[in-house]
């Protein structure tokens, strides 16, 4: 049976808006502080340099300027605001959400306001909730921001991980529309690979006053590169060439692949893996890092003036969880 999609009501981006802090973190820098090179990090992650974010201030900062920039660009207005989704693994503090502290420092008293945790997959986890609201006719206009200050958790002087992340918030607005937006998304999670990537401390398991276990060692995010790799590359390809299969599409269908900014070595096994034309996947990874939930919405932020109305955007994430996917959408600006 064919479903008539004539009344569909669609979730469309229209507005985009980014911060990137001002301080960088150069690979020069991080010879300093440990046992690398320039040459071996840009060898085997493209990476030059990331942002890291002043120390008294929080993932909140970022995204109120992400979110100031959209409207400032856009001409939006805050009052419209329904509902923001926060897709962040460094909230400002456990409780409230981070959601809720953006809409008190932007005076929104309209929306309700909550945190999505799915790490690297985070945005675009947030993104399918958020269309999901639109779709049903209850919200007109959402915001849904991915942003982390992940630099708190690295420790600099551990080269498995200094050399990769960076701090950064992106933000897109939602609202419904007849001609087209959010097509699809694939999302999918496997808690068994949770030993692979995360970061134990902080939480009810290990709190930071357990007294039994050395909490400085956990407070720290740690990973098992190679696996985490693996499992990228082969859990963002099955999800793109799936979600693209299950819409009767294909890859030459597809106008930009937007990837989670990990390693460039993993955006390049992806783009061969799904046999994406040149030219297509966008990237950013080389002077920002890995900024976590904000990769996305930064990489099409930073896009804007290239991807086209009616173009047809791929994207897709892996991070801890594991937590991966793949989302479809038509770009309405
Ligand atoms: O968003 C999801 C989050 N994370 C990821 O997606 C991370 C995925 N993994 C990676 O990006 C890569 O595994 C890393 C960049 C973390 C590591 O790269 P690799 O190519 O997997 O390196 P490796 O760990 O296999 O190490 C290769 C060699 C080793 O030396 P030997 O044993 O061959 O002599 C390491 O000791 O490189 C050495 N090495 C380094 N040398 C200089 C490892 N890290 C470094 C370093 N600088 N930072």
């Given at each position: 049976m064919s479903?008539?999609?004539?009344?569909?009501?669609?979730?469309?981006i229209t507005?985009?808006?980014?911060?990137?802090?001002?301080?960088?973190?150069?690979?020069?820098?991080?010879?300093?502080?440990?046992?690398?090179?320039?040459?071996?990090i840009i060898k085997r992650t493209g990476i030059k340099e990331r942002r890291?974010?002043?120390?008294?201030?929080?993932?909140?900062?970022?995204?109120?300027r992400a979110i100031q920039d959209l409207v400032s660009q856009f001409g939006k207005n805050l009052q419209d605001v329904d509902a923001i989704l926060v897709a962040t693994s460094t909230?400002?503090?456990?409780?409230?959400?981070?959601?809720?502290?953006?809409?008190?420092?932007?005076?929104?008293?309209?929306?309700?306001?909550?945190?999505?945790?799915?790490?690297?997959?985070?945005?675009?986890?947030?993104?399918?909730?958020?269309?999901?609201?639109?779709?049903?006719g209850r919200y007109k206009n959402v915001l849904i921001v991915g942003a982390d200050n992940i630099s708190t958790y690295v420790d600099i002087h551990d080269r498995s991980t200094n050399i990769l992340f960076g701090d950064g918030a992106g933000v897109v607005w939602l609202e419904?529309?007849?001609?087209?937006?959010?097509?699809d998304a694939l999302l999918q999670s496997n808690g068994s690979g949770r030993d692979f990537l995360n970061i134990e401390a902080g939480g009810s398991l290990y709190p930071l006053d357990r007294p039994d276990v050395d909490i400085t060692?956990?407070?720290?995010?740690?990973?098992?590169?190679?696996t985490v790799f693996k499992h990228a590359v082969q859990s963002m390809s099955d999800a793109c060439l799936n979600v693209l299969k299950r819409n009767n599409l294909t890859v030459d269908d597809v106008n930009w692949l937007v990837p989670h900014q990990a390693n460039q070595r993993i955006i390049d096994a992806v783009g061969r893996s799904i046999n994406i034309a040149?030219?297509?996947?966008?990237?950013?990874?080389?002077?920002?890092?890995?900024?976590?939930?904000?990769?996305?919405?930064?990489?099409?932020?930073?896009?804007?003036?290239?991807?086209?109305t009616g173009d047809l955007v791929m994207l897709t994430a892996f991070g801890a969880g594991f937590s991966w996917g793949a989302s479809l959408f038509r770009w309405m600006i």
């Open positions: 479903v008539d999609l004539s009344n569909k009501v669609f979730a469309a507005a985009v808006g980014g911060y990137i802090p001002q301080n960088k973190r150069t690979n020069f820098d991080l010879e300093q502080v440990c046992d690398t090179s320039d040459e071996w890291i974010l002043e120390e008294e201030l929080a993932t909140s900062d970022m995204a109120v909230p400002d503090m456990p409780m409230p959400a981070t959601a809720n502290i953006i809409a008190d420092k932007l005076n929104i008293k309209t929306a309700w306001a909550f945190d999505i945790n799915a790490a690297c997959s985070g945005f675009l986890y947030a993104l399918d909730m958020g269309a999901s609201l639109v779709e049903t419904p529309s007849k001609e087209g937006g959010v097509i060692d956990k407070m720290y995010l740690k990973q098992d590169g190679k040149e030219g297509k996947t966008l990237s950013n990874i080389e002077y920002l890092g890995n900024t976590i939930a904000a990769t996305i919405p930064l990489c099409i932020w930073e896009n804007l003036k290239q991807i086209k």
